[in-house]
């Protein structure tokens, strides 16, 4: 079985501008988490999606968002970026438990830097 | 809010010895624990994982954690660490209290030495 695939892999941006980043789960998974890492804060989570709504969300700003599509495929939208959104943005999917309880399969993640 | 310690930042053995990487949690009502791995160059990989029943959870590659409750502590162990174990590892706990979102420990790097 294939695994976790996020695109872009590498990505840099100006400041202001809007990023999306993408990720396949791996097939059958119905459960979508991102997660932001950097070395000041470490990995937080950013939200989790399951049958294309919202299940469970981070204390992150409005400015991250996300979707999921029926093929429970996911996007991840960073608007007005800023300098501290530098990050490796992490995808999990999992078959659909939850968070809490789920063994997630993490993509190789999205380098983001913010210029 | 929850929050997770990792003590250890930096931990370096030489092979076959003993390995005890620390993880306390602040939250003490109900809590899913987890130790994920992060081998050089690959994704970051769950090692085990404990809900409920017996304390001492093992995991792959002879990896175990013991949850007691008293202390806060989900301690990963291993009794003979090998070259292959250098990774970075990270404690993450789910808990009511934080609505089951899961929060991570800052993570330990392990080096080990052949």
């Known amino acids: 079985k294939a695994g976790v695939t996020q695109t872009p892999r590498y990505l840099i941006k100006t400041r202001g501008q809007q990023v999306t980043l993408s990720c396949s789960p791996i097939?059958?998974?119905?459960?979508v988490s991102w997660y932001q890492q950097t070395p000041g804060q470490g990995l937080q989570f950013l939200f989790e999606y399951f049958s294309e709504t919202q299940r469970n969300k981070g204390n992150f700003p409005g400015r991250f968002s996300g979707r999921q599509f029926s093929n429970s495929r996911s996007e991840m939208n960073v608007s007005t970026l800023e300098l501290g959104d530098s990050a490796l943005y992490l995808c999990a999917s999992s078959l659909g438990g939850g968070v809490s309880t789920d063994t997630q399969y993490f993509g190789p993640g999205t380098r983001l830097t913010v210029l | 809010a929850q929050s997770v310690s990792q003590h250890n930042h930096h931990v370096i053995l030489s092979e076959a010895a003993s390995l005890e990487l620390g993880c306390n949690y602040s939250y003490g009502g109900t809590v899913n624990l987890f130790w994920y791995v992060q081998y050089p160059g690959q994704h970051l990989q769950l090692l085990l994982k404990?809900?409920?029943?017996?304390?001492l959870v093992k995991g792959i590659k002879g990896f175990e954690a013991e949850f007691i409750k008293s202390k806060f502590s989900f301690n990963l162990r291993k009794p003979s660490v090998q070259w292959s174990d250098t990774a970075e590892y990270f404690c993450a706990v789910s808990s009511s209290g934080g609505s089951y979102i899961p929060t991570f420990g800052r993570g330990t790097s392990l080096i080990v030495h052949p």
């Open positions: 097939s059958g998974h119905r459960s």
């Open positions: 404990y809900f409920s029943g017996d304390p």
